[in-house]
């Protein structure tokens, strides 16, 4: 039997910086806070915690003073800098480029769209880079905002007949993204409007895994895709993977494995999400070579 881990697969460079940054500090034995999980992935955020960084959230960020904070890749709303400002606290903002050049480009288009006009975000609702994305919106502002997950939502939620601006939470689908991009157009053309404007904010380092890691799954008999439950990345790769090898199975550590599903296999191989550690791809490995008493590459 063949186990193989995907080269491609593991943290993309805005996960990397992240948890480059805290390490940074916390191997000087400097207290660090991270405003919400570092990275979806439960088992890369108990190490950190193990080295001191402590995880708090939006309410514990006010009662901070004097105090370093890390932002983690995500982003955040403006709101969030200013608590930061007013308690004297130190920001690491690690804050992915990619995200950072949407959230400028939300508030261009907040500043330059004519009243009346509607900024339309495709994305989860409660995801933190969503939350930042909104953050860029003033309640007060002459733009409506908007957020949509999907065909059905935006039919809901659209006022066809004015001016759209639609954007996309970075780590979505590109083909979804783009076919809601035509249907939106399509229905806005019904109401003789033709001012939809379309911006591909999805990040292609994250998109191009879904060629890769299709690729890679069709190599082997069965397939362990490796990431945390709250990974929206993990979600889409992984349905990206099972749906061309049906033997594919979602597993967040060995914990979750079942070794009947390899009985008449001959090849594993194992991948991951964008936040998903190498370590913790290694370790499975490791235990299904031990378990199955095979060897791996």
């Known amino acids: 039997m063949r186990i193989e881990v995907d ?6 460079f805005g996960v990397v910086y992240a948890i480059a940054q805290a390490e940074f500090f916390l191997d000087q034995g400097i207290k660090v806070y991270c405003l919400g999980d570092i990275v979806h992935n439960d088992k890369e955020v108990e190490r950190l915690k193990a080295k001191g960084l402590e995880i708090i959230d939006h309410e514990q960020l006010k009662q901070l003073k004097d105090a370093i904070v890390l932002i983690r890749a995500h982003g955040e709303p403006p709101q969030t800098y200013k608590i930061a400002k007013e308690n004297d606290i130190t920001l690491i903002d690690a804050s992915c480029p990619i995200v950072l050049k949407l959230q400028n480009r939300i508030r261009e288009v907040v500043r330059e769209a004519p009243e009346g006009s509607q900024i339309v975000i ?15 919106i003033p309640d007060d502002a002459h733009v409506d905002k908007i957020l949509i997950t999907g065909e ?4 809901e939620k659209i006022d066809f007949s004015r001016p759209i601006y639609l954007f996309s939470q970075t780590t979505k689908s590109i083909d979804k993204y783009y076919k809601l991009g035509e249907t939106i157009k399509k229905k806005a053309a019904e109401y003789n409007n033709q001012q939809v404007f379309f ?22 008999d069965v397939v362990l895709f490796v990431a945390g439950k709250k990974s929206s990345n993990g979600k889409v790769l992984f ?12 597993i967040s550590s060995v914990e979750d494995i079942h070794l009947d599903w ?11 999400a ?24």
Request: charged share 25%; proline share 5%.
């Open 274 to 297: 964008t936040s998903t550690p190498a370590w913790l791809m290694e370790q499975v490995k490791e235990f299904l070579a031990r378990e199955l008493n095979t060897y791996s590459v």
């Open 122 to 136: 495709y994305g989860k609702p409660g995801h933190p880079e969503v939350i930042g994305l909104l953050g860029q």
């Open 199 to 220: 911006n591909d904010t999805i990040c292609r380092q994250v998109s191009n895994r879904d060629t890769k890691i299709k690729e890679f799954a069709k190599q082997f």
């Open 239 to 250: 349905e990206a993977a099972k749906s061309v090898n049906p033997n594919t199975y979602f």
């Open 7 to 12: 080269p491609d697969s593991g943290f993309c």
């Open 262 to 272: 390899f009985e008449n296999a001959d090849s594993i191989g194992i991948c991951g």
């Open 152 to 155: 059905d939502d935006a039919f």
